[in-house]
């Protein structure tokens, strides 16, 4: 599995959440909340506007986007790799 596997899975599911249950106008309090998961992330992976210093609206980069589909190869890879040694070892 790729080294990031946990990063990119939570930066994923945690913004797939959010805009799914809030759309692109989040509470404050789970705008704030993002902000702070951010940090722990690759800093290029989400932007937001603005509003008085605090983030308004939080966006996928295409860095992200790009990391998620390289991620999805690197996974089938794994586990193609994980059911070849598993089933064929001897091959």
Known sequence: MPEDTKQVLEALFEYRN???????????????????????????WFLSSRSDGEPWVWYMTEVFVGRV??????????AGRHVRETLYPDE
């Open 69 to 78: 589909l390289k991620f999805v190869g690197e996974v089938l890879e794994a």
């Open 18 to 44: 959010a805009m799914l249950h809030s759309g692109f106008e989040w509470p404050p309090e789970r705008r704030k909340a993002f902000g702070d998961r951010v940090a722990r992330w690759d800093a290029a």
